[in-house]
């Protein structure tokens, strides 16, 4: 089963405006990842956040991690017509024979 | 650097044909791995390498084989194609393994008719 489920499926927003996906996971981890994914291409590594940390900052992208919870939220701030995308979280469980897993992903809109 | 490349862009097999999807990275990088990607499914990960003469298996390595002979490539090989092979196909590599970020290819689109 999935390890890392995002959520909402789909998300339209306007141009401007400010954007929040969530992730949730079911198990220990090491990091999670956040990745975009325009259409038709490879997935992006926007920003990796460890266990230890709470907030990471990265020009308009702001990643939350809760480990009590299980789980992690990416705020896109000034929604810009490029921003429209896929976003995957993916997660990285402890334990020596885990794998890093992706999430179905968050498809983004937004109108210009 | 060119990064990840993958070699073809779209492919199209009969059932029971096998083929070679390629990947090499110039970023000197020991990790490599092998997802599909299905409408949603997310990515599964097929086989994965930590360097050099290693590979594993990962989520769905089942119809699939892979081989490291050198740090750059990392081919992945259909053994005899079926239609739930169709999907799109990512490289992709890490300087330092799964813990740490993922550089991907473009992809390859193939369908098993």
């Known amino acids: 089963s999935q390890q890392g489920e995002e959520d909402p499926q789909a998300l339209s927003i306007q141009e401007g405006e400010n954007a929040t996906m969530n992730c949730s996971y079911k198990t220990s981890i090491n990091n999670l990842q956040w990745y975009r994914q325009n259409s038709g291409r490879g997935l992006v590594h926007l920003i990796l956040?460890?266990?230890?940390?709470r907030e990471k900052h990265s020009g308009r992208l702001r990643v939350t991690l809760d480990t009590s919870k299980k789980s992690s939220s990416l705020l896109i701030t000034a929604s810009r017509a490029a921003d429209t995308a896929s976003y995957f979280c993916a997660t990285d469980a402890t334990g020596a024979n885990s794998k890093l897993t992706f999430g179905k992903g968050i498809t983004l809109s937004v109108r210009p | 650097n060119a990064g990840v490349t993958q070699t073809p862009k779209f492919q199209v097999l009969k059932t029971g044909q096998s083929m070679t999807l390629q990947c090499a990275q110039d970023m000197n990088h020991e990790y490599m791995s092998w997802y599909r990607q299905d409408p949603g499914m997310g990515l599964r990960l097929i086989h994965y390498?930590?360097?050099?003469?290693?590979?594993d298996q990962g989520e769905v390595p089942n119809g699939y084989n892979v081989s490291r002979s050198t740090t750059e490539d990392f081919p992945l090989r259909l053994l005899s194609a079926a239609p739930s092979q169709t999907s799109v196909y990512f490289c992709?590599?890490?300087?330092?393994?799964?813990?740490?970020?993922?550089?991907f290819g473009p992809g390859t689109r193939l369908t098993v008719t």
């Open positions: 992709a590599s890490s300087a330092s393994g799964r813990s740490y970020e993922q550089y």
């Open positions: 956040i460890r266990s230890n940390e």
């Open positions: 390498s930590v360097g050099a003469g290693i590979t």
